[in-house]
């Protein structure tokens, strides 16, 4: 059982930068996707990113495409999440969750993911 911690989120102003990280515990095999999802209040869940661990694949968003950058290290067992020019409409919850299938193809939908943790606040101010 992998369980994901998210830190890394805060308050900035629009046009900033933040990484997010995602700490996993337990083991991530080798055609795992661990994604990014985010959810506003009175917002619908979107997906932001995700990325297969075997060969870091990754997929992203409409609305993160050219911003967001998705990585791994896998010495350290961690998913990040580099966002760049932040926009007000960035601010949101974002978890991190791991696919459910055995081979992660690139699916942005919530319901092929595991669980939500608590997750990590972003604010961009404008």
């Known amino acids: 059982q992998v369980q994901l911690v998210e830190s890394g989120g805060g308050l900035v102003q629009a046009g900033d930068s933040l990484r997010l990280s995602c700490a996993a515990s337990g083991d991530i095999f080798a055609n795992n996707g661990i994604g990014w999802f985010r959810q506003a209040p009175g917002m619908e869940r979107e997906f932001v990113a995700a990325i297969r661990w075997r060969d870091s694949r990754k997929w992203y968003g409409d609305s993160v495409k050219g911003r967001f950058t998705i990585s791994r290290d896998v010495a350290q067992n961690t998913v990040y999440l580099q966002m760049r020019s932040l926009k007000p409409e960035d601010t949101a919850v974002y978890h991190c969750?791991?696919?459910?299938?055995?081979?992660?193809?690139?699916?942005?939908?919530?319901?092929?993911?595991?669980?939500w943790g608590q997750g990590t606040q972003v604010t961009v101010s404008s």
């Open positions: 969750r791991k696919a459910k299938e055995g081979f992660y193809s690139g699916s942005h939908f919530s319901e092929d993911f595991g669980s």
